[in-house]
């Protein structure tokens, strides 16, 4: 289907270049609705780019020589990044964060890229696999809050924290 065809893009023939020139549909991104998990939710856009340009951006380095010798290497290099991260939070530094986040985010590119198996999708499916739990679980707390009437914003806390890691463990009704 062509991007202007799908529904979550507006508009593609609006798109431009920062200097005002038109961008044909096939220089924008693959752009696909994903269901939305609750009726009152609307279904959103995912754009899945940035993370298979870093895949392939690594395996052309690597096909050069340009590339950590093994995944024990990849994992100095995470926990470097991580900790340049942290510190850019302490200090408050936005731009340092947002530098620091893209290191992070390429470097764990890499992390899927040295584990046995691993292939492009890898990232993308670890990133979604890891939303969908976090609101299978939102959702469940929220119906145990719910059942006994409590609402999220006026419960404690620590009662909110327990029923998150009851949710995590697979307790049935939190």
């Known amino acids: ?14 798109a431009h270049t920062a200097d005002g020139a038109a961008l044909p549909p096939s220089a ?7 269901p939305s ?38 994992r100095e290099k995470l926990a470097e990044e991580v900790g340049e991260l942290q510190a850019a939070l302490d200090a408050g530094d936005h731009d340092g964060f947002v530098e620091e986040l893209g290191d992070v985010l390429f470097t ?12 492009a999708s890898t990232f993308d499916d670890a ?22 009437g409590l609402d999220l914003r006026a419960t404690d806390p620590v009662e909110v924290e327990r029923r998150w890691r009851a949710a995590k463990s697979g307790e049935v009704g939190c």
């Open 1 to 14: 289907m062509p991007l202007s065809e799908q529904p979550a893009v507006a508009d593609a023939s609006a």
């Open 28 to 34: 924008l991104p693959a752009v696909a609705a994903v």
């Open 37 to 74: 998990t609750t009726s009152d939710e609307p279904s959103l856009p995912v754009v899945r780019t940035e993370a298979s340009r870093a895949w392939s951006v690594s395996e052309r380095a690597a096909a050069t020589g340009f590339d950590w010798p093994d995944l024990a290497a990849v």
């Open 108 to 119: 764990l590119v890499n992390v899927a890229r040295f584990v046995p198996g691993g292939h």
């Open 127 to 148: 990133f979604g696999s890891a939303i969908d739990r976090f609101e299978a679980r939102r959702d469940r707390v929220m119906r145990s809050l719910a059942a006994d």
